[in-house]
């Protein structure tokens, strides 16, 4: 009950705490202000908002069902199906019978649809970078500790690349 009334309530209601405020501001700014580079990216693919989550979804799987895809996604077989078909056409995508289950299609990405989410993630990556190189030492110094607390918690510790993981 308390989480619908919260969903209910205004965007400034709900922004009132200082931390959430805090917090708002900041992943609008990362979002929005510096992610401008990562919507232009997106436009000039032509891709919809889900087709870009199915192409995230499908950066590190091997194959997945279309039911599988829709779930994880939360969308209808049909929608799902709707998304697949334009990455298909594009080359991002493959999409094949299961030789176990003919009834199932199973969604592969290709290279080009694995290189244009690596272009995304390099996009928003620079700008992170730049945002961590505006910060004075002094930000950097208040704000590292917080992070490294935060990127322990499981849920976040599992996108940290291997390359910078801690041994």
Do not use: N
């Amino acid at each position: 009950m308390q989480a619908s009334s919260a969903r209910t309530q205004s965007t400034s209601t709900i922004l009132e705490d200082a931390l959430l405020a805090d917090l708002w501001a900041v992943t609008k700014y990362l979002l929005v202000d510096i992610g401008r580079d990562m919507v232009q990216a997106i436009d000039s693919l032509e891709l919809s908002f889900t087709q870009v989550k199915a192409l995230q979804h499908l950066y590190d799987d091997v194959a997945v069902s279309l039911k599988t895809l829709g779930e994880r996604l939360q969308l209808s077989l049909p929608a799902v199906s709707r998304a697949v078909d334009g990455l298909v056409k594009r080359g991002f995508v493959t999409r094949e019978e299961d030789t176990d289950d003919r009834r199932s299609k199973l969604v592969r990405i290709t290279p080009e649809g694995r290189a244009r989410v690596e272009e995304m993630v390099a996009i928003r990556a620079v700008a992170l970078r730049e945002f961590v190189e505006s910060l004075s030492p002094e930000e950097r110094d208040l704000l590292a500790p917080g992070l490294r607390t935060l990127a322990q918690r499981p849920e976040i510790a599992a996108h940290i690349p291997q390359e910078v993981q801690d041994p």
